[in-house]
């Protein structure tokens, strides 16, 4: 079974970075096929769309609250996608959680497109931003 595994999560202070990483498990297959997004859900609030990259261009796309410190990206010949995390606040603590699509319109369509639109996701990462 397809699966995405993500790591790379921990407990930073206020201001520090992390990078997530987004590895597909289960069998070979050719990432650049999928459209990539990143999630998170805080405690007691909703799941948020936070970025998405599309697989036909490489577009990006951002949440209002992360954009300018997070970025988004993938190398295809390593079936891995990123997720760039910089000047990092207390209000990004959260799991954070990868989705991929085999729809590559996604991204366009929506910019930051509904869980529903994902065929696949992972099991999530924990992002502690404390001091």
């Known amino acids: 079974q397809l699966q995405f595994v993500e790591s790379g999560g921990g407990l930073v202070q206020p201001g520090g970075s992390l990078r997530l990483s987004c590895a597909a498990s289960?069998?070979?297959?050719?990432?650049?096929?999928?459209?990539i997004g990143w999630f998170r859900q805080a405690p007691g609030k909703e799941h948020e769309g936070v970025s998405c990259?599309?697989?036909?261009?490489?577009?990006?796309y951002y949440a209002d609250s992360v954009k300018g410190r997070f970025t988004i990206s993938r190398d295809n010949a390593k079936n891995t996608a990123y997720l760039q995390m910089n000047s990092l606040k207390p209000e990004d603590t959260a799991i954070y959680y990868c989705?991929?699509?085999?729809?590559?319109?996604?991204?366009?369509?929506?910019?930051?497109?509904?869980?529903?639109?994902?065929?696949?996701w992972g099991q999530g990462t924990q992002v502690t931003v404390s001091s």
């Open positions: 289960g069998f070979t297959l050719d990432l650049d096929y999928y459209a």
């Open positions: 989705a991929a699509s085999l729809d590559t319109r996604i991204c366009v369509l929506y910019d930051l497109p509904p869980g529903y639109e994902y065929d696949y």
């Open positions: 990259i599309s697989s036909s261009d490489g577009s990006t």
